[in-house]
């Protein structure tokens, strides 16, 4: 398990690396922050000055040697456009994401696992169709287009939910929903598969033939062992939900580390994009650090490579 | 199997509720009452134009396209940021909806004889929100503070070179010229700040918590949500602000922004697309606005680098470009006709506009003149154009293209990411023709001409004109608004036959406001001051 654990953290570890490596170099293509953070009729003098305060007329390469000393100290440098350390403004922001992310992933797990096993355990019956098409519709359905159609349906038309912000309990349902849907369709095709695999596995015909209810066959013995590839794939869907709720927390301007990279990006405060990158990144790596330990804790098969 | 799915449905929506209830910062601040305004404007028809009851009622809720990101006027870079801090601060002399300059926090002035100096005495009693009075030393510290490293906008500072108290209520103001747009600067920029207080927290202090002597103070800032003004109690204009409670959300998608003035989450909306606005004609209790912003699009020639000996060389042909671009038929077809065809580089509501007609389309004539100059054949050159930025202007570039192919003239049209086409922009690095955008919101064309043709020295110019270059040096000293109108006509006639640009529009902006808002005028300029505008509580 140790030899293991090395070898997944190694390997977590190069990638944070190439994770700063890019998040420094995609920025930086974008132009000359001097340009766009001045303004169009300050002097040839002034945007030298602004650029020699920044450290953005150094050669590249010793920015970025910099950059990475400063990282690995905390300090990811100020945001252009707050004048604040970069860092805590993005931390404020991580409750809201995970609030938000939290909820989604309640809201795929709920409908989604439910929905696959029954799928799985009636296989080509309506139910499972409709378990199908809803997981077809959850992961093509561009999640910008349906928030603003859900906006319209439920805040507009019915009133039902408010159509922006955090101010009350009920505004996370529609954002939330739509943020669940990609990772319900996932969770439910791979339970159903689970399901129908396991539903012809001798010791679930002997409950059936013991006469044991359904629902405790679906809940005491199918559940548990479906649960083993569920770890794997929540873990990484949570970090696809931090990363996918740009567009979402956008539309819906929900006060989350999304809406602020959408934002950070218009404003190319490059500072603060590398920060939400990075973060982000390494968050998401932890994720499924914990999430490939987890499994080899749980399934010994795994860490031996088997 | 039913009860399968409601326990599912149970927990799905304790779930939802038990997250819903984490007490995180933007979940624990006061929903706005917007039960409460439907309810009067249901109940109450027409009370807005009742007489209201004493002091500053209601609260009045903004949705603005983007988060700002100061509240501080130097270190303030865009307009929307520009928009949340005016409202705390006053200036010496303000200007009104006409564009005449009135006095603020200077009662009066005067001007020396050469034009240099300028005198202004000061209101008396006048109190920050920490309870600090107003004095000259407030006057000279925002100067001071405003020229420093912490600004970003020292060029809007140093258009003084001197800001001296005389004495508790008299400051002066020295410049090195006459300089006909320092009171119009000085209305946009030169937000008091209170000496004292600035002294004792500093800059980043202060950014956390603002003090002007303005008709709001600031009570709250949740990053990423909303911005919160209480009305200054002790304001110095009688009867102002209007609203007892002023709300910036941030919602930076404009159809969501729609979404909740319909919904009545919000009073007032800006920034919204031509169908948008469309759609909230027909919509109850909304009002929608409309009108023309002081900005020009415009295709730029270059005659500092890849322009030069190049066909563009050549007035004719410039002349020609402009003849062979159907802007009108442009504004029609991707604007849905929100749109002026703009005559030349000055904006309808700017100084000086009216002496020249927008260039017609005319294909024919547009041949006529390419023969003239030599080229009855065309010719082939580059263009580039910025994508992302500006409202459809890549169809807009695109079109353009098109219409010149019609003449005979191939451009080839490369799209730019904008921080690329920018940083080119300002190393002179972009080949002959660039799609470019300026706007001004100082009521003249003065500052967007010197920036877009002020030679290598201008960042952001590809064109030099040792005529242009005189008639704004005597602008650019011109104390006297007629003669400055008078220059400025002048220069727009040289410019016609001259052209450094191809002239496209002047867009329309939209907005909106719900039924109870009045009082509610924004400037050309995109400006809002919310002093005077109510909300029926």
Known sequence: ?306 | MKRIFSLGLTLLVLMSLLIGCTPTAPAETEAPPADAATEVADTEEGSADAPVAEGPQGTLRVALPTEPSSLYIPTTPDKISDIAASQLYDPLVFQDKTGAIVPALAESWETSEDGTVWTFKLRQGVTFHNGDPFTADDVVATWEYGISDSSSWPEKYNIATAVEKVDDFTVTVTTDGPKPLLLVTMHDFWSIIPKKYMDEVGVDGFLANPVGTGPFMFKEWVKGDHITYVANPNYWQAGYPKAAELVFRFIPESATRVAAIQQDEVDIVTRLSAEEAESLKSAAGVNVIQYQVPRIYYIAFDNLSSGIDTPIAEPKVRQAMNYAVDVDGIIKALFAGNGQRAAGYVASSELGYGIVPPFPYDPEKAKTLLAEAGYADGFEIDMACPSGVFAAFQEVCQAIVSNLGDVGITVNLEMMESGAFWDLMVKKQLPPLNGDSWADESGESYNRMAGALGGMDAGYSLWSDPKIDELLDQISSELDRDKRKALYEELQVYMQENPPFIYLYEPVTFEATRDTVTGYSPRPSEMLYLYDTAVAP
Request: overall charge positive; glycine content about 10%.
């Open chain 1, 1 to 306: 398990m140790l030899k293991y654990t090395v070898r997944k953290a190694g390997q977590s570890l190069l990638l944070a690396l190439g994770v700063l490596i890019l998040a420094f170099a995609m920025v930086r293509m974008t132009g000359d922050p001097a340009s766009l953070m001045m303004s169009r009729n300050a002097s040839a003098e002034e945007r030298e000055a602004f650029r020699e305060a920044m450290g953005f007329n150094r050669p590249v390469l010793i920015q970025f040697v910099d950059w990475i000393t400063d990282v690995f100290r905390g300090d990811f440098g100020d945001s252009l456009h707050f004048r604040e350390p970069a860092l805590p403004l993005v931390i404020q922001r991580l409750p809201a994401t995970l609030r938000l992310a939290a909820t989604g992933l309640a809201f795929a797990i709920l409908m989604g696992v439910p929905l696959g096993l029954i799928a799985g355990f009636r296989a080509n019956s309506l139910i499972d169709l409709f378990g199908r098409l809803i997981a077809l519709l959850g992961q093509s359905i561009p999640n910008f287009w349906l928030g603003l159609i859900l906006i319209l349906v439920f805040g507009q038309q019915l009133g039902w939910f408010p159509v922006f912000g955090a101010d009350k309990p009920e505004s996370v349902v529609l954002p939330a929903f739509v943020l669940s849907l990609p990772v319900m369709g996932e969770l439910l095709r791979l339970t159903r598969s689970a399901a129908l695999e396991v539903r012809n596995e001798d010791f679930v015909r002997t409950a059936f033939s013991k006469g044991l209810h359904r629902h405790t066959i679906y809940i005491k013995h199918v559940l548990p062992n479906v649960a083993i590839s569920l770890v794997s794939v929540i873990g990484v869907e949570f970090g696809y939900m931090l990363g996918g709720s740009i567009y979402i927390e956008t539309v819906f301007a929900w006060p989350g580390m999304g809406q602020l990279v959408g934002q950070a990006l218009g404003w190319r405060d490059f500072p603060l994009v590398q920060t939400i990158v990075v973060f982000t990144s390494l968050v998401v790596l932890g994720l499924n650090l914990l999430t490939d330990l987890i499994y080899a804790l749980v399934d010994p098969r795994i860490r031996h490579g088997k």
